[in-house]
């Protein structure tokens, strides 16, 4: 009897390792999606900054998400869609984009501000982005055309 709790407790300990074992690596994901500036900086920042497509796809619409990877690196996505080039970059949010999320509650206009440097050369930017609410979480739906 002692013999065949010695084995069950090793093959429950051992199930509990092999599932703590298969958790989801969080690094690949961007996870705070509930607020709709976070979630686009947080996108920006991924692909700029980070250098890492799939964190910054992990935060998109399927369309726009499969359109990303299939760049595969972050200076192809930068260069075919954003027509932006950074080696280093800071992002900020536009403060009035949260007056324009209240009037829309499922979806947000938000305007970026993109100041950094590209060969020692600095840049400055704005993009607009459509970013849309599913089941509480926030996700970029489209890039928007050039406001200015």
Sequence with gaps: MHYLKTILSSLLLCAVFLLAGCGGD?????????????????FFDALYNERNVEKAASVCS????????????????????????????????DSSGVKVREQFKGNARITLYFDGYYQEKRIKDVKLLSITQRDGKWFIDKILKDPF
Excluded: C, G
Aim: hydrophobic share 40%; charged share 20%; aromatic share 6%.
């Design 26 to 42: 969080d690094s690949q994901r961007i996870t705070t999606v509930d607020n709709p500036e976070t979630v686009a900086i947080a």
């Design 62 to 93: 399927p369309k726009l998400a499969r359109l990303i990877l299939h760049y595969r690196s972050p200076s192809a996505v930068a260069r075919h869609l954003f027509n932006m080039s950074y080696d280093k970059v800071k992002i900020t949010p």
